[in-house]
Structures are given as C-alpha cells and as structure tokens.
C-alpha cells in the first residue's frame, strides 16, 4: 500500500432539493457512481481512501452532510488529497439546456493553488482525454469543497463531470460506462 490518504467526496445527498435532471435523476446517485469507481480504481492502485458523503455504492439513502461536516471529515483524516465529484448544471433545472462540458474547479486561495492547480490540470486533461466532452478548463472559485485550508490537505479539487440540463450528457451520466471513465 501507497502511505496515502485520498479523501473521495460524492456531492450531495440523495435527499438534496433540486440536485437532478429536468427528467428527476438525482445528482447523488451520478456522484455516488463516480466516487465508487474512482475509490475501486485507487484501492487497485494501492492507495487508501476515505469516502465523504457516501457510505455504499447504492446512495438511494446517503443523507445529505453538511459541507462543514464534510470539510471536518476529510481534516480528521489527515487525507493528502481530496476529489469531490458532482454534476453540473444551468438555468433553473426545469428544463434541458445546451450548456455543455466538464470542468475542474480548486479553490481561489492562493496560499494553497500551486499544487491544487498541478492536480487539477491532470485531472481535466485526463477527463477530456477519456470522455472527449467539452473541456471548459480549470476553475478557481471558492467552494468548501476544493478548500485546503479548511480541510488541511496538500491538494483539493471538485471536478464537475457534465451538465445535468444538457439532455446527451444526462444520459451519459446515467450509464455505467461514462461514470467509470471518469
């Protein structure tokens, strides 16, 4: 084993409000699906995990934790890096939208960029690469999520892996292949 800690964030809970297609498919289960063949992908690797905001594979019931809950999680675990997979989305939700792409988001602090932008540089060019999705590039905005700071890791990143409005990018995220790409 690699002496590493990844802390591996499913965004959401499948209780979330408004987290889903126009069609009623919850973000959570698309970043539970994510997160679960990322952590087998790290584990074949050697790597240890922790898992945040999900606790099986199913995520019909993961509850949604609160961001501050989640950001605790991954400090108590001393992780090195931390991925927050979720699924994008534009307008009000209630209808499908031509808004397209993957992107990879750190956060705007600028003490801990450096290596956050190295992570997140590989992971967008390595998502486009294996999806040949839109790349709407690396992001900086300031999400709990990609904090290092406040989570206390060397590197963070939330990567969002295509719109939930956008009808062609639902349905790849629905499917088995496309999440295990990712």
Known sequence: MIH????????HGSNTAGKRTPDGYKEHWINVRTASYFN???KRCGINTIKV????????????????SRQRVVKNSEAILSISFHANAHGSG???TTAEGIETII?????????????????????????????RGVK??????????AMKTKASVLIEIGFMTNK???DLM???AFCKEC
């Open 40 to 42: 087998k992908a790290m």
């Open 140 to 149: 900086e905005m300031n999400l709990a999520m990609c904090n290092c700071i």
């Open 4 to 11: 590493m800690l990844v802390a591996i964030d499913a965004g």
């Open 53 to 68: 905001g999900w606790n099986d594979d199913n995520a019909k019931d993961d509850i949604d934790i609160s961001l501050v």
């Open 107 to 135: 956060h705007s602090d600028k003490l801990k960029a450096n290596d956050s932008l190295k992570l997140a540089n590989l992971v967008q060019a390595e998502l486009v690469k294996g999806t040949a999705q839109k790349n």
């Open 174 to 176: 629905k499917s088995e």
């Open 168 to 170: 062609h990018e639902a």
């Open 94 to 96: 209630a209808e499908w």
